[in-house]
């Protein structure tokens, strides 16, 4: 009695599962490129303070002229440019998050449609190849939370002046790091992966 | 329809706003996936999108405290059994705008980052959220500085349940920092204090005067007062007095306990100190705050021998004291029982500017204990209030407290607790002032119609005694003062002490005999002090006391 409301939903569910597999990639490659990026960061900060702790006219550097500034100057650049990239990475990052959040929008959209023609014993029920409809939905929102993380507050919140948050940086991105909820999404990518090929 | 048993989260659930319940309840309440339910617990409720138990089991909840009220952040709920009824589907439209507050985690996330960016973190992590007016959100699972979003008020016609989505305007009316949201939270739930309305209006004065109005105060060029030490004897209600007061005037409070700051290694207590008073001005920044200092004389003893730990301590207090800035916005109150060990230069103006004394509860005010003590007590209607505070002079607020859980424990439980009660737990607990003290004497009742002859005598005694305490307002309205002393003397065996031991009795007064052997001992200013002590101990307990020396 529920099979013609069923359909869409599955092919919709289906759709955003290959696309969560599509973005789960472009996610963990662009996160990949990223972890280099955070550790010369760490680095950077760590020779400008190297550098403002250093007596340079107790050294035989001395006899250069503005040598101090010059090499803060230089470090500075090195930081900004370490920023941007990081940035451009940051939008990738976004990107993908928008189009799993769109995805997952549109099929609760079709769900709130299609809602009181699907009882709940409908919802529940499940066979061995296709998860129940209330699995699935979850799943996504699982996931869709997942990606929503906040890794742009770190750089956001990272200030030139502050050398130890800069320092500690690379170590606060790798504690946002969650391998277990990442599992979790290839988990659920598993469990739905004879649902998605069955076309 | 049977109960619901209340479980805790599943950690997968943790941040998603979901309640699983069983799949029979939902169609029962005509809920489908992810629709918005109101869930009433005792001290709060909880906003939640329901979905099915992955087991399909009946009979359980379990909820995600994303969005609940504000009661329940620091006190979940646990191991209830809930009534179906108590889960409400609510309706949530979407929103066209929220006020909220944003509660960050500290004071320097607060300080550098720029409203803007707030409002751009705050209004991701709201997205996709059922809100609730009036309720916290908890966004901890974010990972992130902010910790709790307050929503003000939503616009909306009716209801008071939406959902937010990227159109929804989000306005931050104000940024607090963890600690101070905690504080303002706990100063909602104060219990009422009998009694001390008086002392409590002029403390609360007192604090809010310069931590509402410091403009004000330095236009007029004065310094407002920064020290307030409460003295009184143990357990009137000095600490609880504080708390409550700081509570209602909305400031953050920053106790110390004397005995918490002293350490074993040299200059650690000093350390401790300058840590604290550095923790009441960061909170300071914030709002008003008040840093309190219970025990005080534990922490700030009479500076005695040259070379004592302690004096360095004092000295550290005495110096931060002096060093507060009139910019910082704090006041320190300090509490104590023995104010005469306290070292004299804390006294002086500029450090506790004022000394409030809290005394032994009088008459009146004993009644408005009682009365508070058991309006939270299954009292049966024949119990007398006045008579039992006219019966228990010399208690204090912990006595009376004492009093009240004893005589509730005399009467069987579940039932009401009787006068009579009351009269045995009098037997029991005694004014706490006068526990383990010299002077203190048990006494059998003995009643004038035990003393044979004698009655000029009685009657005499009673004028003196038992009059002043029976009719103070005929003795005013005479223009009389009350006799301070009476002077008994006759041959031994004339039933002089037996008398003595009527008048206490009917008068149902604290009664302290000391007799002169007591008193005596070898050494120069031994006695004399001995004395002191039991007059004191007759002043904290007055208006009603016989003291007997023979």
């Known amino acids: ?199 | 329809m049977t109960s619901l048993r209340l479980l805790s989260v599943d950690p997968s659930d943790r941040g998603s706003q979901r309640c699983r319940l069983g799949p029979g309840l939902m169609s029962a309440l005509g809920l489908g996936l992810g629709s918005p339910v109101l869930v009433s617990v005792p001290g709060g409720s909880c906003l939640c999108t329901a979905w099915p138990r992955p087991d399909l089991a009946e009979g359980f909840l379990q909820m995600d405290l994303k969005c609940s009220s504000a009661g329940l952040i620091s006190h979940p709920p646990a191991c209830l059994t809930l009534d179906p009824g108590q889960l409400t589907p609510v309706p949530c439209p979407r929103l066209k705008g929220v006020k909220i507050t944003v509660v960050v985690r500290s004071v320097d996330f607060k300080k550098h980052t720029s409203p803007r960016l707030v409002h751009e973190l705050v209004k991701d992590m709201l997205k996709g959220l059922c809100v609730h007016t009036e309720h916290v959100i908890n966004l901890g699972d974010f990972d992130t500085d902010i910790k709790y979003v307050v929503i003000e008020s939503t616009k909306m016609e009716s209801g008071s349940a939406g959902l937010i989505t990227s159109k929804t305007s989000v306005e931050i009316a104000d940024i607090q920092t963890v600690r101070h949201y905690r504080g303002q939270l706990q100063g909602q739930r104060t219990v009422p204090l009998g009694g001390l309305e008086e002392v409590s209006a002029s403390l609360k004065e007192m604090l809010q005067l310069p931590l509402l109005y410091p403009n004000t105060l330095s236009s007029l060029g004065l310094s407002c007062p920064r020290g307030v030490l409460l003295m009184g004897p143990p357990g009137v209600g000095k600490t609880v007095l504080v708390r409550k007061v700081v509570g209602e005037v909305g400031a953050s409070l920053v106790v110390i306990r004397g005995p918490e700051v002293v350490g074993s290694r040299p200059g650690e207590s000093e350390e401790k100190l300058r840590a604290v008073f550095e923790r009441a001005r960061s909170a300071a920044e914030e709002g008003p705050c008040v840093l309190f200092l219970d025990e005080l004389d534990s922490l700030c003893p009479r500076r005695t021998s040259l070379s004592a730990p302690e004096n360095r301590l004092v000295a550290q207090l005495l110096t931060l004291m002096d060093g507060m800035n009139r910019s910082d916005r704090f006041l320190i109150v300090g509490a104590t029982n023995r104010p005469d060990s306290l070292d004299p230069a804390l006294r002086r103006p500029g450090r506790f500017d004022r000394e409030v004394i809290i005394g032994a509860p009088t008459l009146l005010q004993r009644k408005d204990i009682l009365s508070v003590l058991c309006a939270r007590m299954p009292v049966c209607p024949s119990v007398d209030l006045a008579e039992l505070a006219r019966n228990t002079t010399g208690y204090v607020g912990a006595d009376l407290s004492a009093l009240c859980r004893e005589a509730a424990m005399n009467g069987s439980g579940g039932q009401e607790v009787a006068m009579k009660y009351f009269q045995e737990a009098l037997k029991l607990v005694r004014p706490s002032c006068l526990r383990s003290s010299l002077g203190r004497t048990e006494l059998s009742p003995v009643l004038w119609e035990q003393i044979g002859g004698l009655d000029d005598v009685k009657l005499k005694l009673q004028q003196s005694i038992e009059w002043p305490m029976r009719y103070p307002e005929a003795f005013v309205r005479l223009g009389l003062s009350r006799p301070r002393g009476v002077l008994l003397y006759g041959p031994p065996g004339c039933a002089k002490t037996t008398l003595v031991k009527a008048a206490a009795a009917s008068s149902h007064c604290a009664f302290l005999s000391v007799s002169g052997a007591d008193l005596y001992s070898p050494y120069v200013g031994d006695s004399e002090k001995a004395l002191a002590q039991v007059l004191a101990l007759q002043s904290a307990t007055t208006p009603a006391n016989v003291c007997v020396i023979h």
Request: with cysteine; glycine share 2%.
């Open chain 1, 1 to 199: 009695m529920s099979k013609p409301a069923l359909l869409p939903l599955h092919q919709a569910l289906r759709r955003s599962f290959q696309s969560v597999e599509m973005n789960q990639k472009v996610w963990s490659g662009v996160l990949a490129d990223c972890s280099p990026l955070m550790e010369s960061l760490g680095n950077l900060a760590e020779q400008s303070r190297a550098l403002s702790n250093v007596q340079l006219s107790n050294t035989p550097l001395r006899v250069f002229p503005d040598l101090k500034d010059r090499l803060r100057f230089k470090l500075l650049r090195a930081t900004d440019t370490v920023l941007g990239q990081l940035n451009d990475k940051m939008c990738s990052l976004q990107s993908v998050r928008e189009s799993i959040s769109n995805q997952v929008a549109a099929v609760f959209q079709l769900y709130e449609q299609h809602r009181d023609s699907l009882d709940l014993p409908a919802v529940t029920e499940c066979s061995a190849t296709v998860p129940s409809l209330s699995d699935m939905l979850e799943w996504l929102q699982d996931a869709e939370r997942h990606y929503r993380q906040q890794r742009k507050t770190l750089l956001q919140t990272l200030r030139a002046d502050d050398l130890s948050l800069l320092e500690s940086a690379p170590k606060r991105w790798k504690s946002l790091e969650c391998p277990s909820a990442e599992d979790s999404v290839t988990d659920t990518l598993y469990k739905v992966s004879f649902f998605t090929a069955a076309q």
